[in-house]
């Protein structure tokens, strides 16, 4: 290095010029105000963005955009880091779908070989899934027939279209509930407290004819009536049915019907986070000893020629 900057240094290509040499901007002028000017700009600038801080709030708390009651946040076992799923209630939330919610909500992503390890053995998945008549076919005269369910069918609907289903329900659809939790903002938390929020509309609102109210559904009025209540079922488990177990169970199911892979994914995760926390230290002390002889390395300038020597 000191032999390539003498040598520069000798061609000229360092030699110092003189001459025109442009002016800088000039930045000095609010360092030039009076206090007192300083002073009265900087009180202005504060209370014109207070105000437009005020008008801006003032605005958003009088609009009617959202006038829907937020959920609270419920303690779910599977929204811890490295949770799984509580698969005992979501076994207790599949009983509860299927003697409850499959007489107006479809699951139709979901198949009964989705059911094996989790919620039941093999044989009960296809005990379960003969109790249904699917539409096979067609045969060898080339006709239609229905057949004893399999592993590989799909959850049945309970309407045949959706003009049935509106029908069955005073105009108002029923939404599959397959992927529920990730559809709604606050997934778990808004369909646990839609499910145990019934109650009589405040004075002054008045419902339409099938209609209920429920403060937690958008406007209020929600064509679904109240379908988990104490008693309503019975577990199979012995669990007492209380409206809020029954509600928590189908909300872990619910959840596992829209995320099944939640356990492998944190599994997975589990063993990334040790495998790159090892690879972090490994890599770590590589660099360190990679880079200790050039982070200690002495760089020394010895001028050769007396031009550099005087400066």
């Keep these: ?11 000229g290509i360092f030699k110092t010029y003189t001459g025109l040499q442009a002016k ?3 930045l000095s002028t609010f360092s030039n105000m009076s206090t007192g000017k ?18 801006y709030a003032l605005n958003e708390s009088v609009k009617a955009g959202d006038i829907t009651l937020h959920p609270p946040s419920y303690p779910f076992y599977h929204k811890g880091l490295f949770n799984s799923h509580d698969h005992a209630s979501v076994r207790r939330g599949y009983e509860v779908y299927k003697q409850v919610c499959a007489a107006c909500h479809s699951l139709k992503y979901i198949a ?12 009960e998945a296809k005990q379960e899934a003969a109790e249904i008549q699917v539409q096979d076919g067609p045969d060898e005269t080339g006709q239609m027939f229905m057949r004893p369910g399999k592993l ?13 289903a509106r029908a069955a329900n005073n105009g108002a659809y029923p939404p599959d509930l397959s ?41 209020g009025a929600i064509s679904m009536a109240q379908a988990l209540y104490n008693g309503v079922m019975e577990y199979s488990d012995g669990t007492p049915a209380t409206q809020s177990q ?11 019907a829209a995320e099944p892979e939640l356990d492998d994914r944190k599994k997975m995760a589990i063993k990334a986070v040790m495998i790159f926390s ?5 890599s770590f002390y590589w660099k360190r000893h990679l880079w200790t002889s050039i982070k200690n390395r002495k760089i020394e300038f010895r001028p050769t020629n007396k031009k550099w020597k005087d400066h």
């Excluded at 009964?112 to 044989?123: A, H, K, P, Q, S």
């Excluded at 590989?152 to 049935?164: F, L, V």
């Excluded at 090892?278 to 490994?282: A, D, G, H, N, P």
């Design 1 to 11: 290095m000191a032999v390539i900057l003498g040598r520069l240094s000798k061609n």
């Design 24 to 26: 800088g901007p000039n």
């Design 38 to 55: 300083k002073m009265f700009l900087g009180t202005l600038g504060v209370l014109t963005g207070g105000s437009v801080a005020l008008i």
């Design 112 to 123: 009964y070989r989705n059911l094996v390890g989790t919620i039941m053995t093999e044989e």
């Design 152 to 164: 590989a069918d799909y959850m049945p609907d309970p309407y045949p279209n959706e003009e049935a």
């Design 179 to 219: 992927f529920i939790t990730s559809a709604r903002h606050s997934g778990d938390d808004y369909i646990f407290s839609l499910l145990t929020s019934y109650c009589d509309p405040p004075a002054g609102v008045k419902l339409q004819e099938g209609t209920y109210y429920n403060p937690y559904f958008i406007g």
């Design 246 to 256: 029954l509600s928590k169970d189908i909300v872990c199911f619910l959840k596992w």
């Design 278 to 282: 090892l690879l972090f230290f490994v």
